[in-house]
């Protein structure tokens, strides 16, 4: 696979952030997806979201499983660290990396097919363990490396480009991961980067498990009529329940808000996410009511858009196994094998 790489000049006076960073030093080689794909729009949003937030490229470490989706992280952060594993697979990976070296951002890019499909087991269990990372879905509905099959997201009774009717339930990822134990849940959509960027920059604050489920059109395969995953469709059917604007612990951030309610959740590190209420009676503590009120609007041909659910103590993988502060990959020897008496002593505990 060749790749094209962007010019290296640019002009002398672009933007900088607060480690003198421009935008375009976080992105990647020119992006060979199909022109209008929603996956691009996410890069760029994942983009914006890192500049903003000041984070270190080499500190980010993305992964990825198969598909259009996994084919993304070439596209940003072209300095990060980064892992392209088999179809499915990613989870296990990423949460191998994240145990040997917990001072890393762990960033997961996949699509309907690889967590719903052939990955769902996976998606599952690092879910469940609550390891830290920030798990995005590219979710359009369809194969689009193989020309355009109903995935396990696509909606009962959608409609293929060739006119055929899916008769299969669809797997509703974000129902898996607030049932699961997910600590941060969203649900977004590509084409709207004043919901999604503030989201991302969110789950990255998160110490947790974070997974945001991001409806991105196919324009190969699943945008036209009949279809619950075009761009159209997504626009006419989305209800947003909170308008997000993300500020960080650094410094204050002064925004402008139209009439409303505003609810601020504090995150770990002291960050703050605001939430302009739409839906009067929603929680977004409440992870049961999330469920309930998500299957309330699906009923109604609704779907549900913004911050659905984050736990405001949230615990991650390392909390859970008592893990030691110092990264495992920097141990030396002597650390990782105790010696028989170390052994004896763990054996005779078990007696």
Excluded at 97 to 111: F, M, P, R, V
Excluded at 183 to 209: E, Y
């Amino acid at each position: 696979m060749t790749f094209m790489a962007k010019p290296k000049f640019h002009h002398p006076q672009l933007q900088k952030n607060a480690l003198g960073y421009t935008r375009r030093d976080y992105e990647g080689p020119v992006s060979t997806l199909c022109a209008g794909c929603g996956h691009d729009s996410i890069s760029a949003a994942i983009i914006r979201a890192v500049y903003e937030l000041d984070l270190p490229p080499h500190r980010i470490a993305k992964l990825s499983g198969i598909g259009c989706s996994s084919k993304t992280p070439t596209y940003f952060l072209g300095a990060s660290h980064g892992f392209n594993s088999v179809h499915g697979r990613m989870p296990s990976v990423l949460t191998g990396a994240n145990l040997a070296n917990k001072d890393l951002i762990y960033l997961g890019i996949s699509g309907d097919g690889d967590s719903a499909s052939i990955g769902l087991g996976q998606f599952a269990h690092s879910v469940r363990r609550g390891v830290n990372m920030v798990y995005i879905v590219a979710n359009n509905g369809v194969y689009g490396l193989t020309k355009g099959q109903f995935s396990a997201t696509s909606d009962k009774g959608a409609k293929s480009k060739r006119g055929a009717l899916n008769k299969d339930e669809a797997i509703d990822l974000v129902g898996m991961a607030l049932q699961l134990g997910a600590t941060f849940v969203g649900r977004s959509f590509s084409g709207d980067k004043d919901q999604l960027v503030p989201l991302i920059k969110a789950a990255l604050n998160h110490k947790g498990a974070a997974f945001i489920d991001c409806l991105s059109p196919c324009v190969a395969f699943n945008n036209h009529d009949g279809s619950t995953k075009s761009f159209d469709y997504i626009r006419e059917h989305n209800e947003a329940l909170n308008s997000l604007d993300f500020i960080t612990g650094r410094q204050e951030i002064t925004v402008e808000y139209k009439p409303g309610t505003v609810e601020t959740v504090t995150q770990h590190d002291g960050s703050r996410l605001r939430l302009r209420k739409i839906a009067d009676d929603y929680d977004v503590h409440d992870r049961i009511a999330a469920l309930s009120y998500m299957q309330q609007r699906a009923a109604h041909g609704e779907i549900v858009t913004g911050l659905l659910y984050v736990d405001p103590e949230p615990q991650d993988l390392h909390a859970h196994l008592n893990t030691i502060e110092q990264p495992l990959n920097s141990l030396g020897t002597h650390a990782l094998v105790p010696g028989q008496t170390a052994l004896d002593k763990i054996n005779a505990a078990f007696r």
